[in-house]
C-alpha cells in the first residue's frame, strides 16, 4: 500500500499523486532512474504549508534523498551523478 513519502498518510481523503524529485529539463531522467514519490496530493504535493512545489527546505530535501538514492542505487559519484542531473544537491 502507497503512502505519502513525507507524512506518511495513505492518501484517503487526500489523494496521493507522483511526484517527480527532480522536475523541468530533468522530469524524464527522474522517471528513468525511479526518482519518484507519492505525495498527498493537497497537503503535501501543491499547497501546503510545507508543500514540495512552495517550500524550498521540503524541495532541498526531496532533492538531496533523490541525489542519495541515484548514486547509491547507480554507483554514481557525486561528479557523475551531476553530469546527469546538472548540479550537485549535498
Not at 484517503?12 to 507522483?18: A, C, F, I, S, T
Not at 507519492?38 to 541525489?67: F, P, S, W
Amino acid at each position: 500500500m502507497r503512502e505519502c513519502f513525507l507524512c506518511g498518510r495513505n492518501g484517503n481523503g487526500d489523494r496521493l499523486e507522483r511526484h517527480h524529485i527532480f522536475g523541468g529539463p530533468n522530469r524524464k531522467k527522474s522517471e528513468k532512474y525511479g526518482l519518484v514519490v507519492y505525495l498527498c496530493g493537497e497537503r503535501c504535493h501543491r499547497n501546503g504549508e510545507y508543500a514540495a512545489h512552495r517550500n524550498k527546505d521540503t524541495a532541498a530535501y526531496l532533492h538531496r534523498y533523490g541525489q542519495e538514492k541515484a548514486m547509491k542505487e547507480q554507483g554514481w559519484t557525486v561528479e557523475q551523478f551531476r553530469k546527469v542531473f546538472g548540479r550537485n544537491y549535498l
